[in-house]
């Protein structure tokens, strides 16, 4: 009976498929488009981050704060800051930290979830 049930679930654990992480590809807008596009975002920590993007500025809201941010060109990836704090990334991927070395980060693992306009 022993040898029974364990080859019954090594069967099953061989049934068990992994599901890949839910990421929804939503594309930031090139920098320079003047038209207003809004993602949110979804971070560790359950934060959400809402970022208006819209000719090389981003207004980008957490926890009730708006910073507002210029692009910043970068050779990956993108950028956006302002005096105290930066918006960055790559593909679907961002942080929004304090500015410096080490700057503390604000929320992080940030993936999109929804446009939001």
Same mark, same amino acid.
């Given at each position: ?5 364990? #080859?019954?679930? &090594? %069967? ?10 839910? =990421?929804?590809?939503?594309? @930031? ?28 500025? #981003?207004?980008? &809201? %957490? ?10 060109? =970068?050779?990956?990836?993108? @950028? ?32 999109? %979830?929804?446009?939001?306009?």
């Amino acid at each position: 009976m022993k040898r029974l049930s364990i #080859a019954a679930i &090594t %069967l099953l654990a061989g049934c068990v498929q992994q599901q890949p992480p839910v =990421t929804n590809l939503i594309p @930031r807008p090139a920098p320079d488009d003047p038209n207003p596009s809004g993602i949110a975002y979804l971070c560790d920590g359950r934060k959400e981050v809402s970022v208006v993007y819209a000719k090389n500025r #981003a207004s980008v &809201t %957490l926890e009730g704060k708006t910073w507002r941010m210029e692009y910043q060109p =970068t050779d990956t990836g993108f @950028r956006y800051m302002d005096r105290a704090n930066e918006w960055t990334g790559s593909d679907d991927l961002a942080t929004l930290r304090e500015y410096g070395s080490g700057g503390r980060p604000l929320a992080f693992n940030c993936r999109p %979830l929804r446009r939001t306009t």
